[in-house]
Each structure stands twice: as C-alpha cells, then as structure tokens.
C-alpha cells in the first residue's frame, strides 16, 4: 500500500467515523458510493459534520463544496480538494 493510498483509507475512516458520531445510530456499511441522502442524514447534519472534518483536519471545506456533495465518495473528493489548498 502507498503512502497516498494509506491517507485515503484513513480519510475515509475518519469521514465514516464522524458520519456515526454527527448521527447517533447505527447507519450500516458506508462505502464510497453510499448516498448520503439515502443515509438519511438532513444538511444540517452534514454541516455538524464539515464543520467536524475541518476542525479534525485543520482545513476548510467551502460551502460550494460541501452543498454539491451527494455520496461519501464526493465528500471525499471535497474534502481532498480543500486539503491540498
């Protein structure tokens, strides 16, 4: 495993882990392409959320970003976006 591979596993674990925590109960197997829609989780959520990854990652993720995001795979695209700024 590369070095970059490993980063986005661990982006991805640490998005998967604040999804959990921002929604306080169980949302089964998230992968890649899970929907967040589908999650059931409302904008509010997903800005507890943002605004989580980017304390955690000392980042900011701007709203045109995030407000686009339709599956975990975007926010992670978002997310690598704001990073490399």
Known sequence: MTEQQAGADELLALIRSTF????????????????????GIDSVSVAEIVIQIEDALDIEVPTSEWVRVRTLSEFVDAVNRARQK
């Open 20 to 39: 959990r925590a921002v929604v306080e109960r169980p949302l089964g197997p998230l992968n890649p392409d899970t929907s967040i829609a589908d999650l």
